[in-house]
């Protein structure tokens, strides 16, 4: 018996080595702007790690780290469904639910680095009208 706990522990410390290495490693990649923080792969990664850490977490009886990592996974699982649901009009996983993504509050999309790519021309500023050059005219 004490061989199998030995082995299931060391499962769990394993699941939770690769949880922390691949979360730390998708958190790299979005700041080093590999990848963006709305990309299907960095929710899946991100998603997967917590999962794993939760594992790892529970087997040591870590509940507050459990819950938080449990909580990364649910939002990790209604971002793929919102995701979902804009590619293709609903989510089979969720359902069927609806999940309308709100706009910017920002005037920035996402995946767009510059407000100024992200607001229409209609909306921009004008450029400012020029006086008129009144020193040229002639009074005679």
């Given amino acids: 018996m004490g061989d199998m ?42 998603m997967l790690g917590g999962a794993l850490l939760a594992v790892s977490a529970a087997a040591s009886g870590a509940w507050p780290s459990v819950t938080s990592n449990f909580v990364r996974v649910l939002i990790g699982v209604q971002a793929l469904c919102r995701g979902a649901a804009q590619r293709t009009n609903g989510c089979w996983p969720c359902g069927g639910m609806s999940f309308a993504a709100p706009r910017s509050r920002t005037g920035v999309e996402p995946g767009t680095r510059s407000l100024r790519r992200a607001v229409p021309t209609a909306v921009r500023p004008a450029a400012r009208a020029q006086p008129p050059n009144t020193a040229s005219t002639s009074l005679s």
């Fill in 5 to 46: 706990q030995a082995s299931a522990t060391s499962a769990a410390t394993a699941a939770g080595w690769v949880g922390a290495l691949s979360t730390a490693a998708a958190y790299l990649l979005v700041a080093r702007r590999v990848i963006e923080p709305d990309a299907q792969v960095f929710r899946v990664i991100n």
